[in-house]
């Protein structure tokens, strides 16, 4: 017999076994993780029943939002306003709907803007290093040292506050600890072999950034987005409780909870407390999906 015949494939050996299965990808790796992660469940379908709730509620819950009717001021929760009206008459569950949409637009458009300004500034100091890392990052360092409420504060008291202007004001505050995260990816992710054949084939700075350094940065742009619109979420209902937020007869949660916590002391206490709840349950639903998605990208728990 010879060695040939004694060596026997694997298929010979067991007829009867299943071929090897094909390896999961990273994404379906990923994705398992997230879902085997109970309280990112909740916070999903949470945030999915308040964005419907904000946002297609009105076309089921009609109220005026517009007009001030004092004869319905103060009302309490009954038959016609299920969460009762406040001071200017207006229903607080209508209300409630119209202010959350603005306080998602807000926290949603401001973190896309912050994630996208940190991501690029981070990913060109990383790339480049040196004196134009040293620069860039003593700028990130300097604007950190100030609070990031008391620059809030300074723009919006200087300017008629608007959805546009909060946004904006919110982002460009905001990117500042993206900056740093994504510095610290591209410094990593500058001295790999795959970005260094790139450049010894003529590839630029800017192909190395916008194709290599910020891609591969993806987990944790993504988790760092979902805490921003928390963040943002809660910033824009700081500048709101403090009377610098949207002007009437506009509101957010934040400025519902302002207007109400007067009433409060007079124990008109639905004008306060549906907000506040409604804030809790949004940053607390994007909490537990920011940490899923930390697990999710996270390399070692892929490869379990």
């Given at each position: 017999?010879?060695?040939?015949?004694?060596?026997?494939?694997?298929?010979?050996?067991?007829?009867?076994?299943?071929?090897?299965?094909?390896?999961?990808?990273?994404?379906?790796?990923?994705?398992?993780?997230?879902?085997?992660?109970?309280?990112?469940?909740?916070?999903?379908?949470?945030?999915?029943?308040?964005?419907?709730?904000?946002?297609?509620?009105?076309?089921?819950?009609?109220?005026?939002?517009?007009?001030?009717?004092?004869?319905?001021?103060?009302?309490?929760?009954?038959?016609?306003?299920?969460?009762?009206?406040?001071?200017?008459?207006?229903?607080?569950?209508?209300?409630?709907?119209?202010?959350?949409?603005?306080?998602?637009?807000?926290?949603?458009?401001?973190?896309?803007?912050?994630?996208?300004?940190?991501?690029?500034?981070?990913?060109?100091?990383?790339?480049?290093?040196?004196?134009?890392?040293?620069?860039?990052?003593?700028?990130?360092?300097?604007?950190?040292?100030?609070?990031?409420?008391?620059?809030?504060?300074?723009?919006?008291?200087?300017?008629?506050?608007?959805?546009?202007?909060?946004?904006?004001?919110?982002?460009?505050?905001?990117?500042?600890?993206?900056?740093?995260?994504?510095?610290?990816?591209?410094?990593?992710?500058?001295?790999?072999?795959?970005?260094?054949?790139?450049?010894?084939?003529?590839?630029?700075?800017a192909r190395a950034v916008f194709r290599h350094i910020a891609p591969n940065?993806?987990?944790?742009?993504?988790?760092?987005?979902?805490?921003?619109?928390?963040d943002a979420i809660l910033l824009v209902v700081a500048l709101s409780y403090?009377?610098?937020?949207?002007?009437?007869?506009?509101?957010?949660?934040?400025?519902?909870?302002?207007?109400?916590?007067?009433?409060?002391?007079?124990?008109?206490?639905?004008?306060?407390?549906?907000?506040?709840?409604?804030?809790?349950?949004?940053?607390?639903?994007?909490?537990?999906?920011?940490?899923?998605?930390?697990?999710?990208?996270?390399?070692?728990?892929?490869?379990?």
């Amino acid at each position: 017999m010879t060695a040939a015949s004694q060596t026997a494939t694997p298929e010979a050996q067991a007829p009867g076994a299943l071929p090897a299965s094909k390896p999961r990808s990273m994404f379906m790796r990923g994705l398992e993780v997230f879902l085997d992660n109970k309280l990112a469940l909740v916070g999903m379908t949470l945030l999915v029943l308040i964005f419907g709730f904000c946002f297609l509620g009105p076309f089921f819950y009609h109220t005026d939002q517009i007009h001030v009717n004092l004869a319905n001021e103060n009302l309490p929760p009954g038959p016609g306003h299920p969460l009762g009206t406040d001071a200017n008459g207006y229903d607080v569950l209508g209300r409630l709907m119209v202010a959350g949409q603005i306080s998602l637009e807000v926290g949603l458009a401001a973190a896309i803007i912050a994630t996208g300004v940190g991501t690029l500034w981070g990913a060109v100091a990383g790339y480049f290093g040196g004196i134009t890392d040293a620069v860039m990052m003593r700028l990130v360092d300097a604007l950190l040292a100030i609070p990031t409420l008391f620059l809030a504060l300074v723009v919006v008291s200087m300017f008629p506050p608007t959805e546009i202007e909060i946004i904006l004001v919110i982002a460009l505050t905001s990117w500042l600890t993206t900056s740093r995260l994504i510095r610290g990816e591209a410094l990593s992710l500058r001295v790999r072999d795959y970005v260094q054949a790139m450049r010894v084939m003529g590839g630029g700075s800017a192909r190395a950034v916008f194709r290599h350094i910020a891609p591969n940065s993806v987990g944790t742009i993504i988790v760092n987005a979902t805490f921003q619109v928390a963040d943002a979420i809660l910033l824009v209902v700081a500048l709101s409780y403090l009377g610098l937020g949207i002007r009437p007869p506009q509101t957010d949660w934040g400025g519902m909870l302002n207007q109400g916590l007067d009433a409060v002391y007079d124990g008109y206490w639905w004008q306060i407390f549906p907000a506040g709840i409604a804030i809790i349950l949004v940053v607390i639903a994007i909490n537990f999906i920011g940490d899923a998605l930390r697990d999710a990208f996270e390399v070692r728990l892929q490869r379990r």
